[in-house]
């Protein structure tokens, strides 16, 4: 009779993203991977048991002995303490006669063991210093040590996050290689532990992109599988394909430097690194484990790479799972200094409220993989629903007419009533069309405040605008021509706006100066569209 043991670590999110400092993310990042992947499987392997598989904050040991399993638990636990401290994890141990026939049945009582002991854990006992003791800046902890270079006093968490930050880069280098090689950014390009690295131009407004990817239905993909053997193979190979996905996507943007950063196409110079004094690359992966990945990049690629991760984890899962699985993208537009935490919170939410419109649109059918954003121009303090429920629809008018168009399709086609809501016809027709009549743009901001107005004022502003500019509906122009173009989808006359009573117009218009041109994405000299087609 062998033990088999359910790990699983609790407060990873406020562990990782509770700071603002973004070498203390990467750090939080490197030691929950740490935790799993290394330290317990070393300790499984000392004391002659071994660890099955890992991933996204859970793993699963087998043992010969209850006393086996315990005495890992205990081991791993004093290791997160002295190593890690602020994170902290759950187990339960279950006895197993080691057959296929019943393994899941097993793990669905593990899983339900594990849920009622993190439901009545205790709450950890924190020492708060007794008024005496100088607060961490980060975590209002007790002060251990003094950050002479930044001038701020460290709790344990923070000493503990910022020390393994500066191992971050090697790690992603290694998990990216292949061939036993690390992979690298161009000679004149550098990974960045900042976030003021990041989405700033000088002179111009810092504005970040804080992008959470997530798998589709991977849990009911993993609930599946008949066999720990088979739950072992099954991880391993999402986690090749996440690594894959990630490494696809930031080679998208390393072939696409030259024109992101060419100012002539409009696009934006890079942030030096100081030390360094070389460009710093204007993404940072920080989690990236299996179908789970976030990361923080330049707001004016953010979409663009978004999309671009999901039709990567489409392409390598049909390699590697042997059948093509999607996912969801949410992504938060904040300044550089807006909370971290609360900007991770919003793509999260976002990505989740994407998944569950796609569920309520096409029920059980897991054939799309889509995006959604939000734009935080201040403090951003009200709750997601709070914000939604004021901003979504018309004030002035009596329907109820949705100001946006979101969630945008980047694979698989829309309903068929709502072709707009395609992400490559929005993102390489009605976005790049808005931000080729760069002369017009006041009059567009212009259509912006209109459309709050609702369907029926849009309608006759947009008829004085044919009568008086003439006014192209075609999804090709003639840049020859004149007056305004305002593409329209194949097969769908939108003359008043709201094709049912929503539009993808104010979203574009939002868009327009917050994304790059088309033109500075380039392959071999050639412009390309974001989706890596001829526009």
Not at 287 to 299: E, M, N, R, S
Not at 521 to 529: D, M, V
């Amino acid at each position: 009779m062998s033990y088999l043991s359910l790990y699983d670590l609790t407060g990873i999110q406020p562990y990782i993203f509770g700071s603002n400092i973004l070498q203390e993310n990467l750090g939080g990042s490197y030691l929950v991977k740490q935790a799993l992947d290394e330290w317990l499987k070393n300790i499984a392997c000392k004391i002659g048991a071994k660890c099955q598989w890992s991933g996204g904050g859970n793993a699963m040991v087998m043992t010969a002995s209850l006393d086996q399993a315990k005495e890992i638990a205990t081991e791993l636990s004093r290791r997160l303490h002295q190593t890690a401290p602020g994170l902290y994890v759950t187990c339960v141990h279950q006895p197993w006669n080691g057959g296929d026939a019943d393994f899941k049945e097993q793990r669905k009582n593990l899983l339900r063991k594990l849920n009622i002991n993190k439901a009545g854990r205790w709450s950890p006992a924190v020492f708060d210093g007794s008024g005496v003791t100088a607060a961490c800046i980060s975590t209002g902890e007790p002060a251990v040590k003094w950050d002479q270079k930044d001038e701020r006093w460290l709790g344990p968490t923070a000493k503990s996050r910022l020390d393994y930050g500066k191992k971050a880069a090697e790690d992603l280098q290694n998990i990216l290689g292949s061939n036993q090689k690390k992979y690298s950014l161009p000679n004149d390009l550098v990974w960045t532990n900042q976030l003021d690295k990041l989405g700033r131009s000088c002179g111009e407004q810092s504005i970040l992109g804080v992008i959470h990817f997530d798998g589709n239905s991977m849990g009911q993909r993993f609930k599946k599988a008949r066999s720990l053997l088979e739950l072992c193979e099954l991880s391993k190979r999402v986690n090749e394909a996440g690594k894959y996905t990630l490494r696809t996507a930031l080679d998208w943007v390393t072939d696409n430097i030259t024109g992101i950063t060419d100012t002539n196409k409009g696009g934006f110079s890079l942030s030096i690194d100081d030390k360094r004094s070389k460009p710093c690359f204007p993404v940072r992966p920080i989690v990236y484990g299996g179908d789970d990945i976030t990361l923080v990049c330049d707001a004016r690629i953010a979409l663009d790479l978004a999309a671009e991760l999901l039709r990567a984890w489409y392409r390598h899962t049909g390699d590697l799972l042997g059948e093509p699985a999607h996912a969801c993208a949410g992504i938060a537009l904040v300044r550089v200094h807006y909370p971290f935490y609360r900007a991770y919170q919003l793509a999260e939410k976002l990505c989740k409220e994407t998944k569950k419109y796609l569920r309520k649109k096409h029920g059980e059918s897991d054939d799309f993989s889509a995006l959604d954003w939000e734009f935080i121009a201040g403090a951003g303090l009200t709750s997601f629903d709070q914000r939604r429920s004021s901003d979504l629809y018309c004030a002035a008018s009596d329907e109820q007419e949705r100001l946006h168009a979101r969630p945008y399709y980047v694979i698989g086609d829309p309903p068929t009533t709502a072709p707009y809501r395609d992400w490559n016809w929005f993102r390489n027709t009605l976005v790049h069309a808005l931000q080729q009549q760069e002369e017009t743009h006041t009059r567009f901001k212009e259509l912006a405040s209109i459309l709050h107005q609702g369907a029926s004022v849009t309608r006759i502003h947009l008829d004085r605008w044919r009568d008086r500019f003439g006014l192209s509906r075609a999804e090709e122009w003639d840049d020859s021509a004149d007056g305004l173009w305002l593409p329209e989808p194949k097969n769908l006359a939108i003359s008043d706006g709201f094709p049912n009573n929503e539009t993808p117009y104010l979203d574009a218009i939002e868009l327009m100066d917050r994304i790059l041109p088309l033109r500075c994405y380039t392959n071999n000299g050639k412009e390309e569209s974001a989706t890596g087609e001829s526009p």
